[in-house]
């Protein structure tokens, strides 16, 4: 199974201030099919079904704002809060939709310093 | 409008059967992968499978084979989530998604509301 290993597992972060979230993944995510990396990510608020935010790595889902951003290629990849709001209150999670079973990482929460 | 709307809560008991269902509308549904993601309580995301209704092909997590049976029903557009024979363990909120606009690797778009199952003995 491809094992995805998220860091740190919380973080507290201002209002305003930029969140980095990263997300390792045990083999190379690069789908041959699509020349794109086959990995999303998600955001759970408490109580809530996730939401997807960004997949292919980089690309942001229907409605999700700017401030959220995704980078990396092959292993190693990046979420990205570029100005923390007090509704990003979350944890988030990254996915990966490689291989033929998708795993998830183990998650990070997200606080208000 | 994408909708998944799952059926209702449940609280049963060790060693019975249950189905759980998830209604797909406003997409095309024999054409997108569906499928299941337990979360126990204070954990995080865990992909059980999926199934890709046009031709009931179907994958397990290693975790979850043989514990769960995913099916799915092209002429109603549900899938379902079943079990033989409930544990205690198997108490968590199961959420059904689909994959819908966002293409081949590209996760899961639309999520259901969740179905809390609950078993005691």
């Known amino acids: 199974d491809i094992v995805m290993t998220q860091s740190p597992d919380s973080l507290a972060v201002s209002l305003g201030e930029r969140a980095t979230i990263n997300c390792k993944s045990s083999q190379s995510l690069l789908c041959s099919s699509n020349n794109k990396n086959c990995l999303a990510w998600y955001q759970q608020k408490p109580g809530q079904p996730p939401k997807l935010l960004i997949y292919?790595?980089?690309t942001r889902g229907s409605g999700v704002p700017d401030r959220f951003s995704g980078s990396g290629s092959g292993t190693d990849f990046t979420l990205t809060i570029s100005s923390l709001q007090a509704e990003d209150l979350a944890v988030y999670y990254c996915q990966q939709t490689h291989h033929t079973l998708w795993t998830f990482g183990q998650g990070t929460k997200v606080e208000i310093k | 409008e994408v909708q998944l709307v799952q059926s209702g809560a449940e609280v049963k008991k060790t060693g019975e059967s249950l189905k759980i269902s998830c209604k797909a509308s406003?997409?095309?549904?024999?054409?997108?992968?569906i499928g299941w993601v337990r979360q126990m309580p204070g954990k995080g995301l865990e992909w059980m499978g999926i199934?890709?209704?046009?031709?009931?092909?179907?994958r397990y997590s290693p975790s979850f084979q043989g514990q769960v049976t995913i099916s799915a029903d092209k002429s109603v557009t549900t899938a379902y989530l079943q079990w033989t024979s409930l544990r205690a363990s198997d108490t968590a909120m199961y959420y059904c998604a689909s994959q819908v606009m966002v293409g081949l690797g590209g996760g899961f778009d639309f999520w259901g509301q969740g179905t809390l199952v609950t078993v005691s003995s």
């Open positions: 199934i890709y209704p046009g031709d009931s092909q179907t």
């Open positions: 406003g997409y095309t549904f024999s054409t997108s992968w």
């Open positions: 292919g790595a980089s």
